[in-house]
């Protein structure tokens, strides 16, 4: 059995669509991977209800960050009190995950470089500079860089740069 490599892993809760989800995600992120599954098994099926043999369990990198899906059944839902955060440092990285992301999602939950995906879970698809600019001693570029973040629904490092200098 391999050690995980980091003290902390996000575990996602499927409905039944881990393995999907986790196929989804590794498309679209670079450099990320699948890696082990683990199946229900006839033990405790009068718990889980799940199928033996259904996967559980799908392990899987985003961009050398491990995740574990797991189809858990309908009890749990994901909700914008959690959200993955990609920090993009080119508009081209921003259109990319904004535009895999978002296809199949929820529209009416995109604002402010937010966007919700196909499977519910919240996202925001963010320049890299963004904690530099929110957290600027300069307050009234911070105000015109927030000024212009909440007419966005996906963001424009151009435009946010530029409201941030006064231009």
Not at 37 to 50: L, P, Q, T, V
Not at 83 to 104: K, P
Request: proline content about 5%; some cysteine; glycine content about 8%.
């Amino acid at each position: 059995m391999s050690k995980i490599s980091t003290r902390i892993q996000p575990c996602l809760w499927f409905d039944g669509q881990a393995e999907e989800a986790a196929k989804f995600y590794v498309s679209v992120f670079p450099g990320s991977k699948l890696g082990a599954f683990s199946r229900y098994a006839e033990a405790g099926k009068d718990i889980h209800g799940k199928q033996p043999g259904s996967v559980m369990t799908v392990a899987f990198e985003l961009d050398g960050q491990p995740f574990l899906a797991l189809n858990g059944g309908p009890y749990f839902k994901f909700s914008e009190a959690v959200s993955l955060m990609v920090l993009c440092d080119t508009q081209e990285e921003i259109d990319h995950y904004w535009n895999a992301l978002s296809q199949g999602g929820d529209p009416a939950a995109q604002q402010c470089g937010w966007l919700k995906d196909r499977y519910g879970l919240s996202w925001q698809i963010t320049p890299a500079i963004f904690a530099e600019m929110i957290t600027s001693s300069d307050r009234p570029a911070m105000e015109r860089y927030m000024a212009a973040l909440m007419t966005m629904k996906k963001l424009d490092i151009a435009q946010l740069q530029a409201a941030f200098e006064g231009r």
